[in-house]
């Protein structure tokens, strides 16, 4: 038999719901109540004893016990459950595991559990063995509906109205969100005796264990669930999928906000889903698309790690020590974008020292188990009946559904005080624990203002109920809001991308609290008008983004210029400044030479130069020409690279003429050479580069300037195009030297028979 371990297992769950139904049916099979020999531990729940052996947790609350207890006492294996699915917790979670493993518990067991996993990717990575067990799953027929054009919700109501004439069981349906889900649900129209049961995670527990409760006897179910169904559940009597075969996913750009997207679920994703229909026999899965899209699908979804906001996972590797991420064995490596982005937010918010060490104030948000700049409202205020109201909307920001659905703050706030659910109740408590269990008094807006001052927002001029916050982000209310009254919003809440995004969570301020909170700068701003070559310059009293006051200046300074040209090459690019042919050169020419010479020369394109013009181009000039954008760009390189680009590949080649010829590195046929079939007379020695490995390509020119032939190996051609081309030339150019033996005549430029007698 097996030895049993003498330590208890812990098992992470992506989800609570997740967790909670793992640990209930594990608790299950053994006859017993969740608290017993299985444990569970979330946000919410904690239901362990002396005798849990399994403990299921949620991956978020791992790293959390990992900072508390990095040795993990007690705990002999560590599971990673549904890890395909490639969550930021269940990602750093493992790095930290691994660490924990290597330095400290060389006999921790670490195990990455899914149904759907690349597990030639995962055994490199952890240096360990794949063990597949087949599991019982039920055939499963997958009918295609095809897309249409018609809204995800109208084509997802046809599908389950189908679904429900067709067949017999309980059905699971796929829709992106929980807006998809309310629509789905209100215009569905199936009898009595079918119950229409929502399914996300903003829901209480209670409702969410409703949802996956076998339906009563006599009657059917219709679950629509986001992808917080796609695995680790099983509800009782579902046989039958409908896939609307969406994602939607959160995903920050470069500047750290974040906001939801849309997207076409991944291989993996919809293959979990159509499981869910053969959990308790044969099912049926209907598809919205078509056979031959699913074969266009990614394989797998994106690691969350390379699109999110990295300012927790960076707080974490601080409280544990670790300043640099790349010491950690990653399944992807964090982007160093976004690294860097997560480091200035942190220092940002006070966190993070000069030397990337944690402060003070930094500890103080680590011990919170909450982002980071919702951590920041609780530490950014001394004054404890403050302190505690922070606490109240940490929770709130925290827990999605708490408070009801009013995006104005202290309506929200008011419903979360008079919720008398469990989850409410914990909440409270925890947010009392957070702050030291003062009364909450206060006013929100204020204490918003004051930890993300970025996020205050003034009403667009001319309009009704659109804003821009200090950070330059767009947000739009409800026209019928009475928040869109105020002139002034400190924002903590907005959904949707950079153009549409809709402002969900907010709190009236005026403006004095808003320039109290956020005093205003005197700037000067500049555009560049590439057309004209010139600069529209213009004074500033402005808070941001937020331009409160200006007045127009007739000459921008020198910092002004500079910003001005690195904004508009960002926006618009190099093209319509004439520069992209300097740019484009010098990539040419070092692409050249990593093709030709190897490695040592880095892999560069435009576009990466576009997107990082403020790292490289930083002395710029009123009038920027082309070389100056040379001279910046080679400073990007190693120094003894620098010094040999001219030299490898040169912008003037020495012709054997003794004119030195302008070498064209824009040419489809770089490097490329004009100059007049004389010039290289004399020579069968053709003109190399990059260490005599790559040959230029030399158009020669006839005496009126056209060109007559082209080669790329000047012996050759003496030996061979040389006599027909010769043969023409003579009969239209006379005067001019045409010898019968090229490779030993005398090099010239191009002189006439007369003029080279003249000379001797």
């Given amino acids: ?288 698309w078509d056979e031959a899209e699913t074969r266009g699908l990614v394989a797998s979804p994106r690691p969350e790690i390379l699109s999110a906001d990295l300012s927790g996972l960076l707080l974490t590797l601080a409280e544990w020590g670790e300043r640099d991420p790349g010491n950690l064995t990653w399944l992807d490596t964090p982007p160093m974008g976004r690294i860097k982005t997560a480091r200035a937010l942190l220092a940002s918010l006070g966190a993070l020292s000069e030397d990337g060490s944690l402060t003070d104030k930094g500890h103080a948000m680590s011990r919170l188990p909450l982002a980071p700049r919702i951590a920041a409202l609780i530490t950014d205020t001394d004054n404890p009946c403050e302190k505690a109201l922070a606490a109240r909307i940490a929770a709130l920001l925290g827990e999605r559904g708490i408070g009801g659905n009013s995006e104005d703050l202290s309506d929200r706030l008011a419903g979360f005080e008079r919720d008398n659910s469990q989850r409410a109740k914990t909440l409270r408590r925890q947010s009392e624990s957070w702050s030291g269990g003062s009364k909450p008094s206060g006013k929100p807006a204020a204490i918003l203002a004051k930890a993300w001052p970025d996020m205050i927002a003034r009403k667009r001029p001319g309009t009704s109920a659109s804003y821009v916050t200090v950070s330059g982000r767009a947000g739009q209310l409800d026209e019928t809001s009475p928040l869109a009254k105020s002139d002034w919003l400190a924002i903590a809440e907005m959904v949707g991308s950079a153009k549409q995004a809709r402002i969900t969570l907010a709190a009236a301020l005026t403006e004095k609290e808003a320039l109290a909170a956020n005093p205003p700068d005197i700037r000067e701003d500049a555009k560049f008008d590439p057309s004209k070559g010139t600069f529209k310059a213009r004074r500033l009293r402005a808070m941001g983004a937020i331009i409160l006051s200006e007045t127009p200046r007739p000459k921008p300074s020198a910092q002004a210029i500079k910003a001005a040209y690195l904004s508009h090459f960002e926006q618009e690019g190099f093209g319509p400044s004439g520069l992209e042919g300097a740019v484009q050169g010098f990539v040419n020419r070092v692409t050249a030479l990593r093709q030709t010479l190897g490695s040592e020369w880095p892999d560069v394109s435009v576009q990466d130069y576009e997107r990082n013009v403020q790292n490289w181009l930083t002395n710029i000039p009123s009038k920027l020409e082309p070389h100056h954008i040379v001279s910046a760009l080679r400073s990007t390189l190693d120094w003894s690279l620098s010094q040999d680009l001219d030299r490898l590949a040169p912008l003037k080649a020495m012709l054997p003429s003794g004119r030195k010829a302008n070498v064209d590195w824009l040419d489809e046929r770089a490097p490329l050479i004009e100059c007049r079939v004389q010039e290289v007379y004399g020579t069968r020695s053709h003109i190399m580069f990059a260490k005599g490995r790559l040959p230029a390509t030399i158009q020669m020119l006839s005496p009126g300037g056209k060109p007559v032939a082209t080669t790329q190996d000047l012996a050759s051609f003496w030996g061979s195009g040389y006599a027909d081309m010769a043969k023409d030339m003579r009969g239209r150019y006379p005067k001019h030297d045409w010898p019968e033996d090229p490779a030993t005549a005398k090099p010239h430029a191009g002189l006439t028979k007369k003029r080279l007698s003249q000379q001797g």
């Fill in 1 to 288: 038999g097996v030895e049993p371990l003498p330590g208890r297992i812990v098992m992470l769950e992506p989800r609570r719901i997740a967790a909670r139904m793992a640990a209930a049916r594990m608790a299950q099979t053994l006859g017993e109540k969740v608290g017993g020999r299985i444990g569970l531990s979330t946000r919410i729940d904690r239901l362990v004893s002396r005798e849990t052996v399994i403990e299921v947790i949620t991956d978020g609350l791992f790293t959390r016990r990992l900072l508390a207890d990095p040795e993990l006492i007690g705990v002999s294996a560590v599971i990673f459950d549904e890890i395909h699915e490639r969550g930021l917790n269940a990602d750093l979670g493992l790095a930290l595991a691994l660490e924990v493993q290597d330095a400290l518990r060389d006999d921790l067991h670490i195990l990455a559990m899914s149904a759907t996993l690349d597990t030639e990717m995962m055994a490199k990575k952890l240096d360990a063995p794949v063990i597949e067990s087949e599991g019982r799953q039920y055939p499963v027929d997958t009918r295609y509906l095809g897309r249409s054009r018609d809204r995800i919700e109208d084509q997802m109501v046809a599908a389950i109205t189908k679904a429900h004439s067709e067949t017999g069981g309980s059905i699971l349906a796929f829709l992106p969100g929980a807006g998809e889900i309310r629509r789905v649900a209100d215009r569905l129209d199936l009898p009595d005796t079918t119950l229409i049961a929502p399914l996300f995670g903003a829901l209480s527990p209670k409702e969410q264990d409703a949802a996956v409760s076998p339906a009563p006897k006599g009657q059917r179910k219709v679950v629509l669930a986001t992808d917080i169904a796609e695995s680790a559940l099983t509800i009782e009597g579902v046989s039958v999928v409908v896939d609307g075969g969406l994602a939607r996913l959160p995903e920050t750009d470069a500047n750290g906000q974040t906001r939801l997207v849309t997207l076409r679920a991944a291989r993996a994703n919809v293959d979990q889903r159509r499981g869910r229909a053969g959990r308790l026999g044969p099912g049926l899965c209907y598809r919205l």
